[in-house]
């Protein structure tokens, strides 16, 4: 078999973004399999938790990307707009745009996939943790 395609939870790249607050499984990119255009991630907040860090407005990054909820109730905050997010909600996010997410849910993480085009955004994350 040549290249490895094909990943699970226990192959990502794990770490962690926003001061801690939310957990990052990195499954495809440019160290997992080489990919140089995209990259994509599965979250994690736990329940009843914000990556907002206290007295800002949430964070913004130098390209857009997409979010798509896997699973529990919370929210997503672009600029002075909140959305819900739901399993099977996909949310565009501008590049530069401050925003965060919530979990709403006092008892379940917060899952859901991120995709940056193009790739790097997520090394950025890990480093600032």
């Known amino acids: ?15 962690v973004a926003h001061h801690g607050k939310v957990e990052v499984n990195i499954l495809i990119n440019e160290d997992t399999c080489g990919a140089k ?13 914000t990556c907002q860090q206290e ?22 905050t672009i600029g002075e ?14 590049s530069q745009k401050l925003h965060y997410l919530t ?5 379940e993480d917060l899952v859901y996939i991120i995709m940056y085009v193009p790739a790097g955004e997520e090394k950025l994350l890990l480093a600032k943790g």
């Open 55 to 76: 007295g800002t407005k949430g964070h913004s990054h130098e390209i857009e990307h997409g979010v798509y909820c896997l699973s529990g109730v919370g929210s997503i």
């Open 81 to 94: 707009d909140t959305y819900p997010l739901l399993p099977g909600t996909a949310v565009f996010v501008p």
């Open 1 to 15: 078999m040549g290249q490895k395609l094909a990943f699970t939870m226990d192959d990502a790249i794990k770490g």
């Open 103 to 107: 979990n709403l849910d006092p008892k």
């Open 37 to 49: 255009s995209f990259s994509l991630l599965v979250n994690k907040i736990k329940p009843a938790d």
